[in-house]
């Protein structure tokens, strides 16, 4: 009988593992005033997302001045995040498997953005 519950719980561990994301890459970017060039404004990502595999999106970005807005486009569907100085971003988005082929983000600064964004790309 203790053999048998032993059994059960490492399927039970071993079920709730294969649950978890895990990190695949990630990419981030920093944006000073001073830097500023209306022509870099725009920065895209694209992504390339294999059959049979979730997909999660961490993004976390703050902002000291100015705006960034993070879109996050794939199939029909459009995430927007916009992030200022009193409105951070620690969001996750998920795109379940078999949805698209790719996914782009498009991250939008103006000239008085002084800030960061941290994308991780988790997958399951």
Do not use: W
């Not at 995430?79 to 949805?99: F, G, M, Q, W």
């Amino acid at each position: 009988m203790l053999a048998v519950c032993f059994a059960f719980a490492l399927t039970a561990c071993n079920n709730s593992e294969s649950d978890e994301f895990t990190s695949l890459q990630s990419f981030e970017y920093h944006f000073f005033p001073e830097e500023y060039e209306k022509e870099y404004s725009e920065h895209e990502k694209t992504i390339t997302l294999e059959a049979d595999t979730d997909y999660q999106f961490k993004v976390d970005a703050a902002c000291e001045s100015g705006t960034i807005e993070i879109s996050l486009t794939y199939e029909n569907a459009e995430e927007t995040i916009v992030v200022n100085s009193s409105a951070p971003c620690n969001d996750k988005i998920t795109i379940p498997a078999n949805t698209t082929e790719t996914a782009c983000f498009t991250i939008s600064v103006d000239s008085e953005t002084k800030g960061n964004v941290v994308v991780e790309v988790l997958t399951r």
